[in-house]
């Protein structure tokens, strides 16, 4: 069982940057990967970026590539995604994830975090 707790969202001006926390609170951390997803009024959830939490290995999409940087801090379970260089497009709510091993879908989901950038 792994809960997950976001923090962090807000509201920001196009061009300016905001920091996610997502705690897990797990048995293991580093039998996780723990995803970063997003979803906006109208629109269906999308991928944003995901962490090994073992190695540390990522994959961002195409969309946030270059703006947005996730990372891990094992030491207090936390996975943050570091959002810099926003756009009135990336306004959605933001949703920690996680899968624990073997690894297939994401069974654990956070509530939620709103991320509001305004142009």
């Known amino acids: 069982q792994v809960q997950l707790d976001e923090s962090g969202g807000g509201l920001v001006q196009a061009g300016g940057s905001l920091s996610l926390t997502c705690a897990a609170y797990?048995?293991?951390?580093?039998?996780?990967?723990v995803g970063w997803f997003r979803q906006a009024p109208g629109k269906e959830r999308e991928f944003v970026a995901t962490?090994?939490?073992?190695?540390?290995?990522?994959a961002v999409a195409d969309a946030v590539k270059g703006r947005f940087t996730i990372s891990r801090d094992s030491a207090k379970s936390t996975v943050h995604l570091q959002m810099n260089s926003l756009k009135p497009e990336d306004t959605a709510v933001y949703f920690c994830?996680?899968?624990?091993?073997?690894?297939?879908?994401?069974?654990?989901w956070g509530q939620g975090t709103q991320v509001t950038v305004s142009s």
């Open positions: 994830a996680a899968d624990d091993q073997p690894w297939d879908k994401y069974d654990y």
């Open positions: 962490i090994n939490c073992n190695d540390g290995r990522v």
């Open positions: 797990a048995r293991t951390f580093t039998t996780l990967r």
